[in-house]
Each structure stands twice: as C-alpha cells, then as structure tokens.
C-alpha cells in the first residue's frame, strides 16, 4: 500500500505541482486549499504524514499543527513556509512540527525529508532502536533500568519519552527527543554535522542547511536553566557536545 500524504496549501499552482510530484513518487496524496479542509480530512481518513503551508487564510499551518497535537495526534508533520527567520522557524517547531522545508523549495529536498520522517515513525508506537554510543563515551550507571538513559544531568525515560533536567521535566518535541537522546547517549564526544543528521533524518543536507542549528537553538533553550551550566556546546566547524564544563 503508498504511503498517504495529507497536502494543504492555499497557492494553486504549488498545490498542483507538488500533488502530481507526490503522486509520480509513489504517494497517494490528498491535497486540500486550507486548513479547515486539512483538519476535517486528518480527523476522517488519518494520513501517514501532513505536509502543511504556514501561511494559509482562516485556520493557517500551525493552527492546524497544535489542534492536532492537543488531540494527541502524533502523525509527522511536514511545514511548507516562505518565512526564513529563525523566530518563524521556531514558532513551527513549537506548535508541534516535526520538520520544515522553506520556499522556494527543491521537491527532492521535500521528497528526502518526508522519507526521513516515514522511516522515524515506520511502526506506529515503536520506540527508536538505540543508537549506538561513540568510542569512548563515558559508562551509563549500571543500576538504571534499560528504559532509561542518564548522563549530565539529562535523565530520559525511552519508552514514556519524557525528559527531565534536574527536577525539571521538558517538554519535547519528537525531533527535540530524539536528537538529546542521540547526544546523551555520546555525552562527552562530539558528533559531527553529518552523522548527526544521518542519525536524526536519515540524510544530509550538506552545509547550507539550517536545520540543524535551528533545532539545537530550540533544544538549548528549552534546556538552560538560571545559574546551570549550558549542556549543548557548538564545536566550530565540527559540531555539537553534551558536557557539563
């Protein structure tokens, strides 16, 4: 059976153009104008995956993303948006968006990102394969049940997916947990830009992409605390740790 594609953007042409690009992929898509339409269709037939405009008249794009995360619904969410600051980039983060694609677009870059999200959520209800950690990462404390990971201060319950810092649980997005998960699990060794990408979407989008940083910001922010120690450090040129300094 395709995977199905739930497509809501209100310019016609784009609308069209990246149905048919879809449809010749290999999804079967249903494509709506707006997001009125968009909720009224993910709440009949649920899609594998929502590939949403920020910018849409009435109900925009995420609208249409936390109306769906406060009903629990976990389907991951793609965002089309014109918008290229990084403030803009994170309103869609927070309303629940699993990723985004900024226009002009490239449709294999849109294509690659919708298989990355496919292939994080393959098995509803599955919880990620561990990743393996980095040579010489630090020993995890024996008396933690195989549930939980810990490390700097971070403890993680893998299969409640929850998080805390300290006494302080975080609210996470899915891509949010799964990139402290990788980074708790290598505390202590810095991951380059591109395993990490690999690891988190399954592809690289080389080094104009901002995906990366636009995340790690969002992470750090939802993960500093006053007068704690900063967790997630920026190794220039190479990229990203977890230690405590």
Not at 33 to 40: C, I, K, R, S
Not at 119 to 146: D, F, I, K, Y
Not at 178 to 202: F, K, P
Request: proline letters at 7%.
């Amino acid at each position: 059976m395709p995977q199905t594609v739930l497509l809501a953007e209100d310019d016609r042409a784009i609308r069209h153009a990246l149905e048919r690009a879809l449809t010749l992929e290999g999804y079967a898509v249903t494509a709506v104008a707006d997001g009125v339409e968009a909720l009224a269709q993910a709440h009949k037939t649920p899609p594998d995956v929502l590939v949403l405009d920020v910018m849409m008249p009435g109900i925009d794009g995420l609208q249409v993303c936390r109306v769906l995360r406060a009903e629990g619904d976990h389907t991951p969410i793609l965002m089309l948006t014109a918008l290229v600051e990084t403030a803009d980039r994170i309103a869609g983060l927070d309303a629940g968006a699993d990723d985004y694609v900024v226009k002009p677009f490239d449709v294999e870059e849109v294509f690659a990102r919708l298989r990355a999200l496919l292939r994080r959520t393959g098995s509803p209800g599955a919880v990620p394969a561990p990743a393996p950690a980095a040579e010489g990462a630090p020993a995890r404390e024996a008396h933690l049940p195989e549930r939980q990971i810990e490390a700097a201060g971070i403890r993680m319950d893998l299969q409640a997916r929850r998080v805390w810092r300290g006494p302080r649980e975080l609210e996470l997005t899915r891509t949010e947990f799964e990139l402290l998960e990788l980074l708790v699990r290598n505390a202590g060794i810095v991951l380059d830009h591109s395993t990490i990408y690999d690891r988190i979407w399954g592809y690289d989008f080389g080094p104009g992409s901002k995906n990366l940083a636009v995340y790690v910001g969002y992470l750090r922010r939802k993960l500093d605390a006053p007068d704690a120690p900063q967790l997630i450090h920026t190794v220039r040129g190479v990229g990203y740790v977890l230690r405590e300094d």
